[in-house]
């Protein structure tokens, strides 16, 4: 990761070393905050963000589950004042690929009663580069976790709430350990869920599954995109239950997320995945991924948000 020079904090740019917060801030201590992660493409029209303001909602609804009133700094916030508030930060920043807001309880409290405890709203702005290294053209080696996906009555499978992350960090972990990229965790049931930070896919006879929204999974934004770029290519695609052998036995895997992008897996658990090269369905969704968000498929330019 590199940093960059502003952080926008309650509306106002802060100089990066300047964006602090208090050691009992109660989304520190108790996980009390919701995140986006967004990313940033360079196109013949200038940067553009995908899909901004699909992560914006979902900022929104993460808040409206938790009980966050938008209200920073004195102001409430709508989804278009989100929406400007990120073309602000990315504008005042030189090299950007991610973009990560962020609504958390700032209060100075002790105790978990989360009532009364004032919010801020933060925006940062990094370069990320590739999230998973060279595993998107090369394509990765990933594990099951031991560690299952909360499900949720756990929490709010469904929203990206910071708390909810221990887990995914304890999985994310484990992989590492054991010279992964990543981890596939399995829900209460046993079924396939997602990994860490991505949703997934395989396609075996012809077509293309991925685990339904009630498998307590994340509703990717990418997953969304990706399902959609695949019919348009004529795929049938199956919102379903997935098991764990349904997956090491597919022809084809593959991750999709905002950080990772769309990433092949050749390699679970040891066994090898179909041929253990980038199949052909995920080779050409990854490369119809990259041509929409470089700006190249006016049909998919509507999930482009222009910032100049
Ligand atoms: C747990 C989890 N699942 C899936 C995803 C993929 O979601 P998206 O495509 O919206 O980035 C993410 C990333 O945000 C995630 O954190």
Redo the contacts with the bound molecule.
């Keep these: 990761m590199e940093k960059t020079e502003k952080i926008w904090m309650n509306g106002k740019l802060t100089d990066w070393n300047d964006a602090k917060v208090h050691i009992l801030t109660h989304a520190l201590n108790y996980g009390t905050a919701v995140f986006e992660?967004i990313r940033v493409y360079q196109t013949p029209k200038g940067p553009a963000v995908f899909r901004l303001r699909e992560?914006m909602s979902?900022l929104l609804d993460g808040c409206k589950v938790m009980g966050i009133d938008p209200e920073f700094g004195g102001r409430t916030y709508g989804l278009e004042d989100m929406v400007e508030a990120v073309k602000t930060c990315i504008k005042a920043n030189k090299k950007v690929d991610y973009v990560k807001p962020c609504v958390f309880l700032s209060g100075e409290e002790v105790g978990l009663n989360p009532v009364g405890v004032p919010a801020s709203f933060s925006i940062t702005c990094i370069y990320m580069g590739a999230y998973l290294g060279g595993a998107s053209t090369e394509g990765a080696k990933v594990i099951t976790s031991s560690w299952q996906r909360p499900d949720n009555l756990c929490g709010p499978a469904g929203a990206?709430i910071n708390g909810t992350?221990v887990t995914?960090c304890l999985a994310k972990r484990e992989a590492v350990r054991q010279g992964a990229k990543e981890a596939v965790m399995l829900n209460s049931a046993g079924h396939v869920a997602?990994?860490?930070?991505?949703?997934i896919f395989l396609f075996k006879n012809g077509k293309i599954y991925t685990p339904q929204s009630a498998e307590c999974?994340?509703e990717?934004?990418?997953?969304n995109s990706v399902i959609e770029i695949a019919r348009g290519m004529g795929y049938e695609v199956i919102e379903t239950q997935i098991t764990r052998t349904q997956l090491v036995t597919a022809d084809e895997v593959w991750m999709?997320?905002?950080?990772a992008e769309v990433v092949p897996v050749t390699s679970i658990d040891g066994r090898t995945v179909g041929s253990g090269k980038i199949g052909e369905v995920s080779g050409k969704i990854h490369a119809k991924f990259h041509e929409i968000v470089a700006g190249k498929d006016p049909k998919y330019e509507r999930w482009l948000e222009y910032v100049n």
């Design positions: 992660g992560h979902r990206k992350y995914s997602e990994c860490t930070g991505e949703n999974i994340l990717g934004i990418t997953r999709t997320g905002t950080a």
